[in-house]
């Protein structure tokens, strides 16, 4: 799977009362069948989560409240940075990139919609483990 960063647009269905969005599994904002649900919220000002990478996962960041910033290490080392800050805006990650999740407001919440069951298998969470898989 090649590593890719991709951010999403979503189209909001909005009338006088308000907006919605819809996301199916199996569509352009979400290729894949989702398996897996979890959000991060409350989260103590200054925290770093993630620092790891995934053997095969695909997943779509959406920040349904609040903000924060996704760092994303790809395996030639550029590293991209994208502040989620509004329910329209997705991240899909697939393939081996590192990642980190920052600067998270005091009301933020970040959903992640996964390609697959919980499986510490996939993790790489040894950041030199990452840059030799890189290499090979
Ligand atoms: P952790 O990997 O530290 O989260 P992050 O990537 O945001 O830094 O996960 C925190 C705990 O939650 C850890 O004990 C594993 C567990 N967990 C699950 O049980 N299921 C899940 O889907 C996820 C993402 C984590």
């Given at each position: ?15 006088a009362r308000g ?118």
């Open positions: 799977m090649e590593a890719k960063v991709t951010e999403i647009q979503f189209v909001p269905k909005g009338d907006q919605l969005i819809a996301l199916e599994a199996l569509s352009e904002q979400v290729p894949f069948e989702v398996k897996r649900v979890y959000y991060i919220f409350d989260t103590t000002p200054g925290t770093v989560r993630g620092n790891h990478a995934h053997k095969n996962l695909k997943q779509v960041l959406i920040c349904v409240s609040g903000a924060c910033t996704i760092v994303s290490e790809m395996p030639d080392g550029t590293k991209i940075e994208n502040r989620l800050d509004w329910p329209n805006r997705g991240l899909l990650i697939e393939g081996l990139v590192w990642r980190q999740m920052k600067d998270f407001s005091k009301d933020a919440v970040l959903i992640v919609l996964a390609s697959e069951h919980y499986d510490e298998a996939d993790y790489i969470r040894d950041y030199n483990q990452f840059k030799k898989e890189c290499a090979k």
